[in-house]
């Protein structure tokens, strides 16, 4: 039995699907994290009135083995984290900066450099993944060293 050769029309064919797919699946990704982002950045607003904020951006919240997406962000005495509607586990996280004892950096996956971990005076030990974690990590430990 022989194989059937790949038909140049298939081929064509097959690009464009993957071109078409591809752009429609980039697109609504891009509108989704648009609409997300400024959701939290309204919920920012409220939190600003109270305390300067630091730094913030979109991050996941490991809560077992499932990873919470969200929005974390880091004022002058409390680190938050506000996961967003369309997970299963949807939460508020709020620590005190005077109770992380440590910080450390975090592989996801033992791979990609893009994780942190902080462990608290109450024993607990919560993982993060953010854009820009050498960023997070400093101003974390900033913060930490001042309070």
Same mark, same amino acid.
């Given at each position: ?65 499932? +990873? ?14 506000? +996961? ?7 939460? %508020? ?23 942190? %971990? ?30």
């Amino acid at each position: 039995m022989a194989i059937k050769p790949l038909l140049q029309g298939d081929l064509y064919y097959s690009i464009v699907v993957v071109l078409i797919t591809g752009t429609m699946f980039g697109g609504s990704m891009f509108l989704i994290t648009l609409f997300l982002t400024r959701k939290f950045k309204e919920k920012e607003k409220s939190i600003c009135d109270v305390q300067k904020i630091l730094i913030s951006g979109g991050a996941n919240h490991f809560i077992g083995k499932e +990873s919470v997406g969200g929005w974390l962000i880091l004022t002058e005495d409390r680190l938050i984290f506000e +996961s967003h509607k369309a997970n299963i586990q949807c939460h %508020t996280l709020t620590v005190p900066i005077k109770d992380i004892i440590e910080i450390k950096p975090k592989r996801t996956l033992k791979l990609i450099p893009n994780g942190f %971990t902080i462990a608290t005076r109450d024993t607990d030990i919560h993982q993060f993944v953010v854009n820009n974690r050498d960023t997070w990590i400093r101003f974390l430990e900033e913060q930490a060293k001042s309070v």
